[in-house]
C-alpha cells in the first residue's frame, strides 16, 4: 500500500470512528457498504475495506459475512463511569504510602506485571532502536568525542522535538528545550524552580504517584482537585481552592492522565490558562502521554499553547510511547528556562548522547511516527479485551473509567473491597495491579485498582484478571464489617 493509500484509508476509518462515538452509528447497527461508501467519500473500494479492517482491529465494528459491517456492542457500555472523588479540600503534606518501596520491588512485583506503566514489548521499535544505537555507535557518534554533551541537550533531538510540538500547537524552538533524564526528571526540575519548601502544590485527584513523592521529598504540601474521569480536572475547584489557599503551583496530566485517562476538552485547557493568569500561577504540564491518543489519532493541543507569559512548562518523555530505558525526556522550561538550566547543571550536568541521537533519527526518519499510528491501534483493542474481561469476570457494581488514550485503566469497586488486600493476595498469585492507595495522599481509593493493558493478552494475563473479578465478588459476597451482626464479626 502507497503512502496516499495508507493516509486516505485512515483518515476515512477516523472519521467513520468518530461517527461511531458521537452516536450517529449505533451498536448493533449496520454501516454504509462498502461500494456506498466508496462513492459516497470519492476513494477505491480496497481503500474502504482497509478502513473497515482497521476499525475491526479496534474491535469498534465486526463483518458478518454476507451482510455487510456492524458496530460492535462495547462492554465498557455496560460498566458506568467512577465517582468524581471530594478530597480534603487544604493542604496536606503527602505522605506516600510504604507499598510504593514494595511495587518498586521487581522482585516483588509478580511474572505478570499489570502494575508498572510501561509500553508494549511486543512491536518493532525495539529491534530499529538496537539497530540505530549499533551504526550510531559504528559511525563514532559518541564517547570519546568530545566530553561532555551540551547542556541542554543534543541539538538534532531538540529540533525534532519543536517539529513535533507544532502538532500540539506549540511554536517553540530548539533553544527553548531541554533534555532531562525522562520526564519524572523533568517534573523534579520544574518543581524545585517553581516552589519553595512548605509551598502548596494543587495536583489532580487521583493523581500520578511520582508527583506526590516529589511532594513529599521537597517538603511542599499538596492539595487535591477533583478530577472528572474523562473531562479531567475540576477548574470549579481549582478556583475555589485558589481563593482560599495561597497555591504555587498546579501539576496536571491534561492529556490522557494518570490513572484516569481523562483528556481535558480544549476550551477548558484555554480556560485554565485564563485562571493561571488571574491567579498568578505556575503550572507543570506532564504531556507524557500526549501523542497516545487512540481514539481520534490527533494529539490534543497542549495547555502551553495557550499560555503567553511562558508560566507553563510542558514536559515529557519517550518513556511511554517507545521504552523508559531509554530515559529521554525534556521540559520546555518557558520563562524558567535559565533556572531550569542551572538545576540541571547542578543535578546532572549532561545525559548521555546515543539515546539522544538514536531518538532524533527515528523521529526524523519517520519510524517513531509508525510506531505511535501502530500502538494506537494495539491499545485501542487492548483496553477493549481488558473492558471485555471486566465486565464478564467483575460484579456489574464495578466502574470503568473509559480512557481515550494511555495504557493504564482506572476501575472503582464496592466501597467496603480493599484493593490493598486484593494486591496481596495477588502477588501471592505471582501478578500484580496498581491499588488505589497509590494515587492520593489518604486511603480514599482504596477501594479502586490501576491495570495497565499494553502487553498482549495471553491466556495466563486473562485468567490472572479472571482471577481478580472473582476475588471482588467474593469481597462483595462477605458484607462490610460495620454491616455485620455482631455475632458474624470475630
Ligand atoms: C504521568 C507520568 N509522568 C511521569 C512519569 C515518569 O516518566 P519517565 O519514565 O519518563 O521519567 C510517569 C511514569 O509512569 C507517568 O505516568
Not at 551504526?135 to 564517547?143: A, N, Q
Request: hydrophobic content about 40%.
Amino acid at each position: 500500500m502507497t503512502v496516499t493509500e495508507s493516509v486516505l484509508y485512515e483518515g476515512l476509518a477516523e472519521r467513520v470512528q468518530q461517527q461511531i462515538q458521537q452516536g450517529l452509528f449505533q451498536p448493533g447497527e449496520r454501516l454504509p457498504s462498502v461500494r456506498k461508501l466508496a462513492e459516497r467519500e470519492s476513494v477505491s473500494v480496497s481503500t474502504v475495506l482497509a478502513a473497515y479492517e482497521r476499525l475491526e482491529r479496534l474491535r469498534l465494528i465486526e463483518a458478518r459475512p454476507k451482510s455487510g459491517y456492524f458496530v460492535l456492542h462495547q462492554a465498557r457500555e455496560q460498566l458506568s463511569e467512577p465517582s468524581i472523588c471530594s478530597p480534603p479540600a487544604r493542604p496536606v503534606p503527602a505522605h506516600i504510602s510504604p507499598l510504593m518501596m514494595d511495587l518498586i520491588d521487581t522482585r516483588k512485583r509478580g511474572r505478570l506485571n499489570f502494575s508498572t506503566a510501561m509500553p508494549a514489548q511486543d512491536t518493532n521499535i525495539g529491534r530499529t532502536l538496537r539497530r540505530t544505537f549499533a551504526r550510531l555507535s559504528r559511525e563514532g557518534k559518541f564517547l570519546h568525542n568530545g566530553g561532555y554533551g551540551a547542556l541542554d541537550g543534543a541539538e538534532p533531538l531538540r529540533r525534532q522535538i519543536a517539529l513535533r510540538s507544532l502538532d500540539a500547537g506549540l511554536t517553540v524552538s530548539a533553544d527553548d528545550i531541554i533534555v532531562t533524564v525522562g520526564c519524572q526528571n523533568a517534573i523534579s526540575l520544574a518543581l524545585r524552580v517553581a516552589t519553595r519548601p512548605g509551598d502548596v502544590v494543587a495536583v489532580e485527584s487521583p493523581c500520578y504517584l511520582g508527583f506526590l513523592q516529589m511532594i513529599e521529598a521537597y517538603g511542599l504540601k499538596a492539595i487535591e482537585i477533583p478530577s472528572h474521569p474523562s473531562d479531567g480536572l475540576s477548574l470549579e475547584a481549582l478556583q475555589l481552592a485558589l481563593e482560599q489557599w495561597p497555591i504555587r503551583t498546579l501539576i496536571s496530566v491534561p492529556s490522557f492522565s494518570n490513572p484516569l485517562g481523562s483528556c481535558m476538552p480544549t476550551a477548558k485547557r484555554r480556560a485554565l490558562v485564563d485562571l493561571l493568569g488571574k491567579y498568578d500561577l505556575t503550572m507543570i504540564e506532564d504531556d507524557i502521554y500526549g501523542e497516545m491518543s487512540f481514539f481520534t489519532g490527533q494529539r490534543p493541543t497542549a495547555v502551553k499553547a495557550f499560555d503567553r507569559d511562558g508560566r507553563v512548562m510542558l514536559c515529557s518523555s519517550l518513556s511511554k510511547s517507545i521504552d523508559p530505558q531509554l530515559r529521554v525526556g525534556w521540559i520546555m522550561p518557558g520563562r524558567h528556562y535559565n533556572e531550569v538550566l542551572h538545576q540541571k547543571y547542578i543535578t546532572t550536568l549532561s545525559l548521555p548522547e546515543l539515546p539522544q541521537l538514536a531518538a532524533a533519527e527515528l523521529m526524523a526518519g519517520g519510524q517513531y511516527d509508525r510506531h505511535l499510528r501502530h500502538c494506537r491501534e494495539l491499545y485501542c483493542s487492548r483496553l477493549a479485551e481488558l473492558t471485555d474481561l471486566v465486565a464478564e469476570h467483575f460484579p456489574p457494581e464495578t466502574k470503568a473509567a473509559r480512557p481515550q488514550g494511555g495504557i493504564g485503566l482506572w476501575l472503582e469497586l464496592p466501597r467496603h473491597v480493599d484493593a490493598t488486600r486484593l494486591y496481596y493476595r495477588a502477588r501471592e498469585h505471582d501478578f500484580a495491579f496498581s491499588p488505589g492507595e497509590l494515587f492520593a495522599v489518604d486511603n480514599r481509593y482504596q477501594h479502586c485498582l490501576r491495570i495497565i493493558f499494553a502487553q498482549p493478552w495471553t491466556d495466563e494475563r486473562k485468567q490472572a484478571i479472571a482471577q481478580l473479578g472473582a476475588w471482588v465478588k467474593e469481597a462483595i459476597a462477605v458484607p462490610p464489617v460495620s454491616q455485620r451482626l455482631p455475632s458474624e464479626v470475630s
